[in-house]
């Protein structure tokens, strides 16, 4: 029992005094960039998802960390990990020097993937995947297509929100992306229908895949591909709520601690459609397979 403790001590050593080098130039690399990060685009409303994305990184590389052990009869790539680790410290050079956040932030991706699998193989790097997938999420997309996208999404979601609460009874009334309902004027901003709450809602939707591990491949696929209306929808009962609440409350309630509250309550929305649409196909894969098994055991007995 003695050895074993004392075995599993030394491995910890040994991992730790193999990946201290690693870390400390890690920590070199991108303390900078989030300093800059949380000082500047992490202030903003558009980009306040990313130290949540950051966090939700590191818990699932946490996650995986058995992969980093020592393993012996993994075989390492040499050639692609240093092509890999050297066109990610390119990206990073590039970017920190120009002040390029798309090359700094992404340049995260090819450093670890070079480092993976300079150290620990193809293995670790299939294992680690998602957490660099998800390192996406925090790279801000350019101005350019943001404005493309983001205006048609608005113009969408205030279309949906005035048909439904116009439907219902409500005076309302639509101009381009500002909503007249009874005397109050209300703006559907950025923040309310853009990119930014489709790229936090997808986020949340792919976490939520790639934590519930299920093993139809139709499943997930089906359900990652609904995540971009059901985003859709979650952004239209945002705005259909700061809608109602500015109405029956006054501007000032719509404009207040309500108007913070509803993005938290986006999210649960989006949670919520997100686990019943999942349930929905859980419950069709099932019917599906029970179909199946009838069919083929009808077969078998013929």
């Known amino acids: 029992m003695t050895s ?3 075995n599993q001590r030394n491995a910890v050593s040994a991992n730790l005094t193999e990946w201290w080098p690693v870390l ?3 920590i070199a690399l991108y303390i900078p960039t989030y300093y800059a990060l949380s000082t500047s685009l992490w202030g903003s409303d558009d980009q306040a998802h990313g130290p949540i994305v950051l966090m939700v990184v590191l818990f699932l590389i946490w996650q995986s960390r058995e992969t980093l052990k020592p393993n012996p009869s993994v075989e390492t790539w040499p050639v692609l990990g240093s092509f890999s680790l050297a066109f990610g410290l390119l990206c990073y050079t590039l970017g920190r020097s120009q ?9 995260q991706i090819p450093v670890l993937a070079g480092i993976l699998l300079l150290t620990r193989g193809m293995p670790a790097l299939k294992a680690m995947w998602f957490p660099l997938f998800f390192i996406l999420f925090m790279i801000p997309l350019p101005g350019v297509f943001l404005d493309a996208v983001t205006l048609p999404m608005k113009m969408a979601v205030s279309y949906v929100a005035e048909n439904v609460l116009f439907w219902v009874g409500y005076p309302i009334a639509r101009a ?4 007249q309902i009874g005397p109050y004027q209300l703006l ?12 936090s809602l997808e986020a949340l939707g792919l976490l939520y895949l790639n934590l519930v591990k ?3 491949l139709f499943r ?3 359900l990652a591909i609904l995540i971009v209306p059901i985003s859709f929808t979650a952004n239209v009962i945002r705005v259909m709520v700061l809608t109602l609440v500015t109405y029956h409350f ?4 719509g404009q207040g601690f309500i108007h913070g509250f509803a993005g938290m309550v986006l999210f649960m929305v989006a949670l919520i459609l997100i686990m019943g649409v999942d349930s929905m196909l859980q419950l069709g894969v099932k019917r599906w397979d029970k179909r199946n098994m009838r069919l083929s055991g009808g077969d078998l007995q013929k």
Do not use: K
Not at 99 to 107: A, M, V
């Open 4 to 6: 074993s403790i004392l």
């Open 24 to 26: 400390l130039g890690l």
């Open 99 to 107: 002040d390029i956040f798309l090359l700094d932030i992404g340049s």
């Open 176 to 179: 381009g992306v500002i909503l």
């Open 188 to 199: 559907v901003a950025d923040a309310c229908a853009g990119m930014h709450t489709l790229i």
């Open 214 to 216: 299920h093993n139809s």
């Open 220 to 222: 997930n696929i089906t």
């Open 250 to 253: 006054g501007d000032e309630a």
